[in-house]
């Protein structure tokens, strides 16, 4: 197989809900599942080829669409392994450390007794193999509501929040190719700016997806993380989805469903945690089977274990949708004699920012965080007196409130969703193919009182504030025309 490395960057916060239930605190994912890359080649290649063809090249592993990871920019990142605990309450002694729990034995449950150390396993945070720790993914919440389409404002008892992740960040995932000829074909629908979650039609989802030139891989079995040489460490990169001899999904693998040729498991040894969903099919309106996965970050410690070289990696169910993939005795989970964790930290990052949305290095994260506060407020206040200027701008435009509601609301959901302003400047004034220039709306509205060219010169000026300032003005100039229509 052909491994190739993407970078994922966010141009808007993306809603990626753990769970399919609409009532209760809805929380997102921290990653990018590897089946929102596969529905974007999909929805393409199903329309170019026939369902046979496109089944086979997406549905047969073929290719393999694995889930992105936050990044300091090109490197893959991993969860962190549910074999590291530390002190539930730290010491200036214990501050810092991490006891990786394989290899700890009964001399290493003396001294946390006698020092009185309640170990706490550690659940959260990614690391990459350069020793970069990503304590924290950045998230936003944000409460909506529902709107009423004949006042076009807010529902009466329609309030709703939406966690999402937040704009800037950058994820890196690699997908695995049968063959050359697959990644024309595969970044051909791939690449470029898409969207992606839920709430895509709102102000939800949009991301760049780019190919990486080269990138790190962790190799397996480079350093020795056990004593025991005929034992191996088994990290679950991904989910892991298994099915047993009867079909049915199962959390006690055998030796051989991870990928070994012999060997038994460890179950004390082993640190697993579980999670049970149901993707969303959007062409089906209707949720997937659910399935019940081991959770990436796991591990499983297999003794005598001789490891089927056959697999590479790739285990159990659902391989094209990012699940399955493993990792033998990586690097990443050395440990000394005493049971503490070797990893080699050189920085703790706090967050990696594309640079359409920087952030100071310099100062406290409360100083860069004050910054980036008054550096967006400055940004929105200028915005909102150009917004304001364009609605009230002079006499001889008030003609653009007559328009049709409907009008303005179709070119406010253009500016949200193309990919820039001059995909947005073309669409709306070609004069082939142009939005203002096409259909019975074109003499009806746009061809009167020069209404084409009145909103030409507003949108020359808002342009400079970006496509958000032309979607806010498209709305706040309904509002002025239905307020004429029912006038």
């Not at 399919?20 to 080829?49: D, Q, R, W």
């Not at 990871?69 to 962190?80: F, L, R, V």
């Not at 529902?155 to 992740?165: H, Y």
């Not at 004593?227 to 191996?232: F, K, S, T």
């Amino acid at each position: 197989m052909i491994q190739k490395t993407y970078q994922c960057i966010l141009h808007s916060d993306v809603v990626l809900n753990s769970k399919l239930a609409t009532e209760g605190n809805m929380e997102t994912l921290e990653s990018i599942p590897g089946s929102n890359f596969l529905g974007l080649v999909a929805h393409a290649i199903y329309k170019e080829y026939s369902k046979e063809e496109a089944y086979k090249l997406l549905h047969s592993n073929k290719v393999l669409f694995g889930d992105a990871h936050i990044s300091d920019g090109e490197n893959i990142s991993y969860a962190m392994p549910f074999s590291l605990f530390k002190a539930k309450v730290e010491t200036e002694e214990t501050k810092d450390t991490f006891w990786v729990q394989f290899a700890w034995d009964k001399t290493i449950e003396t001294y946390f007794k006698k020092n009185g150390i309640q170990p706490k396993q550690n659940r959260s945070g990614f690391l990459n193999e350069n020793g970069v720790i990503f304590d924290k993914i950045q998230k936003n919440f944000a409460l909506k509501s529902a709107q009423d389409r004949k006042t076009r404002a807010s529902e009466d008892g329609k309030m709703f929040g939406v966690s999402s992740l937040e704009k800037g960040q950058i994820f890196v995932f690699s997908i695995y190719y049968e063959s050359e000829d697959l990644i024309e074909l595969v970044e051909k629908n791939l690449t470029g700016y898409k969207f992606i979650g839920k709430s895509k039609s709102a102000q939800f989802g949009k991301v760049q997806i780019l190919p990486l030139s080269q990138s790190t891989f962790p190799a397996s079995k480079t350093t020795q993380v056990i004593q025991n040489e005929n034992n191996v460490i088994v990290y679950a990169e991904s989910n892991l989805c298994f099915l047993n001899e009867f079909g049915h999904p199962t959390y006690q693998p055998t030796a051989q469903d991870l990928g070994f040729s012999s060997g038994e498991i460890n179950w004390e040894k082993s640190q697993i945690r579980t999670y049970s969903y149901s993707p969303w099919n959007l062409t089906r309106n209707t949720p997937n089977t659910q399935r019940h996965c081991i959770l990436k970050g796991s591990i499983i410690f297999v003794e005598n274990g001789q490891i089927d070289t056959t697999k590479k990696g790739l285990v159990g169910e659902y391989l094209n949708e990012g699940l399955g993939r493993v990792l033998y005795n990586p690097t990443f989970l050395k440990a000394d004699t005493n049971a503490v964790w070797q990893f080699q930290k050189i920085a703790i990052a706090d967050r990696v920012n594309h640079e359409d949305n920087p952030l100071s290095t310099e100062g406290t994260a409360l100083v860069n965080f004050l910054i980036k506060k008054r550096t967006e407020k400055e940004k929105a206040e200028i915005e909102a007196q150009a917004i304001h200027a364009a609605v009230h701008a002079d006499p001889h435009k008030n003609s653009l409130k007559d328009i049709s509601p409907s009008q303005w609301g179709q070119i406010r959901e253009k500016a949200t969703s193309l990919e820039n302003i001059e995909a947005l400047k073309n669409d709306l004034f070609n004069e082939q193919t142009g939005f203002l220039y096409k259909g019975v709306s074109a003499d009806k509205y746009w061809n009167k009182h020069q209404n084409r060219e009145k909103f030409k010169s507003i949108f020359d000026v808002l342009k400079n504030h970006g496509m958000v300032a032309i979607a806010k003005y498209a709305g706040e100039i309904a509002k002025k025309a239905s307020k004429n229509k029912e006038k």
